[in-house]
């Protein structure tokens, strides 16, 4: 007998392992691809922020300089220019910016805090930044005041008392106006807070001070006394002073107007109620509600303005906010759309002792700005420059770099369309300049609304312009009543909202899916078009996977590996014979039997005009079956090179060619893989259960088996997923991954009835938790298999390829990444007369966590973007369309194609992230090259393949708050910053990168905030930003005249430096505040600079204000010198013409 040598078996195992290891790809293509991407590439940085400002509580307008500041409830400050001139800003402690007062055409800023701070602001900087803080410690602020040309702030505080500080040192004086001292001292009760200060507009000496309870006072600054005291029986809420200064008006809570004359203070010499009703037998007339705030503007030519907001009377029960304008004999009361927060006018003078001539109102509302014209009939508002993201709530967003530079203006020519009558007028807030320098690129930002709408805008050079704007509800029926809702029980609200789109540029093709379970195509043209019958396309999505995988095929063999879906009608001749188009269905509504192929939406039947621009090509329902409605569309793909579109959600995929109308692929997750794919989620035996709760489940295992040999194509086919009573516990935690977020609260009663009735769930409601389950047996786990992500491309489907042939990568919610082989028609003439046929190659690679995003890159390194077909206008004539279509290569230009099949081999890398990790595969041997696992303690929720450098890496956003970019293909970690913790579920459902290093997410329902993660964009970013401040000349102050000077009319001065200084009024109490130097010194003010540079621009400007003031004394006195020959010469005139003349002749 042969003796066993167990050194040979060892050696022989070593060979033949030794033998079947091939040297790892990796090692030979890193020679090959030389990654130039490095950590010096990246800088993290906010740039711009888009929309209008969430919870404004402020306003302040500088009349000389055009710029218009808003503070809001969460410590922001946005300011606003001409169009394109914005900023934003934000306080560090985050709390509500209760007032606002610019220093006027100084470049500055004071803005006081609910936390009574109050701040100053340098806005001669690009970015502004903070000079000064003053905290208060003892007493709140209520109100302030900073006179034109003046460097005193008054401060009016819930105590009834006036504080001084100086704005040059943030200090505060000494003086002080102490209520005690104000009101009269036979008052025993405490007049409240300071609801108003201002400075009569001819003294500057006098202060009038309004108190809540209803007490005014004059107050005297020199003698430190009280000249006048008014009361009224009703609280105040805002004064107005009259320009020459001799009454002034007050608002007060029970909708009345009282004028005083400051030297009467007995009574008001006015009192009316502009919205209330006069009876006839002389009574009293009805209170009103309060008005909240009153100005009084005058002009040279015509009767005063007076503008006030509430007033409005009790019994206008549903009536919307109103701003009244009272004109002459004229009151005109216009409704706002939302409350209003504050106004303020316009005027022509800086000046209140001159005619203001007010031309304009500007209006702050809840949700929108509003300015009035004053100076056309009607009051008609000025058409608004800023972009308004808000009109309905933002479900979806994308963000495009790098566009075609033809696509704006074909956007902008079919979207500009004015229905509104405007102002002539030009928009009056027009301070600032644009920045310097511009990105060399076109952007787009598409953002789809709850509304059904979806909005185009040109973001490029950091601006936002709306371009275009379509409105998908137009396909589907309207309501004819309240009663009648458009829905049928999948959501309870705004049923059309956009889910997911996806947008080919080049094409200009576009799909968008809805709430509702619906997908639209459409095509884009610059002609009009009427439209007979809208193309349908009814789709049952709903499979058995249990059934599926119990019942396998017996007969085995190859086909079971790589299994080929059957094609519909591959010899047919037409279109028609292979899949006639669905449709509109009647399905089964009766209370008797569960509802069946029925769409949530009705499509419209009549003809439709389709005005230029996206016209609807194709609409796509998922329709009930058996009684349990369709599940939401989770991820959405067109590729117009191959005319089709795919789509998928928790029940599976479907795959439609909007060419022929023909639905060619339907069928659920789990049968994409193979009976022996090692990464197939196993499905544990599923006992039989009797239908309950009143929803059958209509098919067996026999018809289950009979509906497998159907032709997967038909638009009415049923894959059965589970019974309707099977409801999984975590059915609303999958909804919340994969579905609209805002919308999870509107999920139908059907879905709560049985989350409800399931022990196991829980709600989670704004958590971004995983299961943590490993399980792989059970019904539930198999069915939260959903589809995540599409990717067309162009690669080796299978191992054995040796060319590249049409290609859809299916991401699942697993980690599964399965590779569907699509084979076309030759030619474009056969496109439209064959179908195209689908087979199913397995699985590629295994990853954990959902699928994000895939790409393709070639054997340099460079992405291989989809294919497409350039776009055409579909209306237009045959020759045009011949002449203009044209085929995109599947692979750059810069990469030669492969000369024999031998180099084919690996000449392709696709790259797949998941929620956790990133791999690189190559192509086609589907060999794993590198692996990243990108986090251990949180998960991604935005991945992207960008191009950065003239290169690739992938960008991931973490719930944690973490942005990070890796390297392509070797997975090297490249930055990794703590950007923004995650707060709110908004910018996890809008977070978006695009090319060249930019990204965007909402950072409030009405605000779309910028950021950009590259470097050469950081380095630029100063000349990219617009300027706030321009040099303007003060305009003149108003001429007193000659004998109004002389005998001691027009405005009185006041040396507020020796009143208020601290020679005089001595030093304030160091408890009642505390200063709080800002990043920036006082020399930032007047400078911006620091060193050499700064101390000659501070020089520069010395010297000019000095010349400035130098040549006003100049002119003021060469003026005085001709008053005085002028005056000289009539004296001499008359005494001449009286000199020979007695007395009795005079």
Known sequence: MKKFNIRKVLDVLTA??????????ATRENDVIQETLQSEHFQLSKTVRHGFPHLPVSMAFDPVQKILAVGTQRGALRLFGRAGVECYCQHESGASVIHLQFLINEGALVSALSDDSIHLWNLRQKLPAILHSLKFNRERITCLHMPFQSKWLYIGTEQGNIHIVNVESFTLSGYAIMWNKAIELSTKTHPGPVCHISEHPMDEGKLLIGFEVGIVVLWDLKCKKADYRYSYDEAIHSV?????????????SDGTLTTWNIRAPAKPVQTIIPHGKQPWDGKKSERCKPILKVEYKTTRAGDAFMVMSGGLSFDAVGRRSCLTVMHGKSTVALEMDWPIVDFLMLCETPYPNDFQEPYGVVVLLDEELVVIDLGQIGYPIFENPYPTIHESPVTCCEYFADCPAELIPALYSVGRHKRQVYSKKEWPINGGNWGQGTLSYPEIIITGHADGSIKFWDASALMLQ??????????????????EKPSTDIVEEDPFAIQTLSWCPES????????SAHVIVYRFSKQEVTTEDVQLLEVRMQCELCDVMESPDPTGGEQQQTPTLPVPGGAASSPQETEPLAQPSTGSTNSDGPRDNMPCVQVRSSPQWQSPGYQVELVIQLVWVSGEPPQQITSLAINSSYGL???????GLAVVDYLQKTLLLNMGTSELYSPSDPFQTPCSPRKSRKPSGGFCDSNDGSNASEDHGKSPSSAKMSWKISSPTEQKPDLEERLRRQCSLPYIKSVTKYYRRRLCSNPEYHAKDNSFCRSRSTSKTSIDSESREAISSFHFCESFPRKTDVAVSPTVLVGTTTGSVLVIALSLPASAYHRLLQSTGISSCGTLIKLEGRILTMALLDAAGSLLPPTYESWYDPNASEEEKERSRRRRPASPPATPPASSSQE??????VVVCSEKQAKVVAMPSQTCLYKHNITESSFVLRADVVQMAATNCIACFCANGHIMTLSLPSLRPLVDVNYLPLTDMRIARTFCFSGLGQALYLTSPMEIQRITYSQETCDNLQEMLSELFNPVETPEAPNRGFFKGLFGGGAQSLDREDLFGETTAGKASRSLAKHIPGPAGLEGMKGAATGVVGDLARARIALDERGEKLGELEDRTAAMMNAADDFSKSAHDVMLKYKDKKWYQL
């Open 240 to 252: 107005a002073w009259h320009h020459e200064g001799k009454q002034f008006t007050c608002s007060h």
């Open 466 to 483: 709306v371009l275009y704007k379509l409105k998908t509800t137009k396909v589907f029926e309207k309501a004819r009543g309240k009663e």
């Open 645 to 651: 579109v795919v789509l998928g959600n928790s029940n």
């Open 508 to 515: 200009r093709m576009l799909c968008v899916a809805g709430v």
């Open 904 to 909: 084919v081999q690996d000449s392709q890398y």
């Open 16 to 25: 033949a392992s030794s033998s079947s290891e091939t040297p790892p790809p």
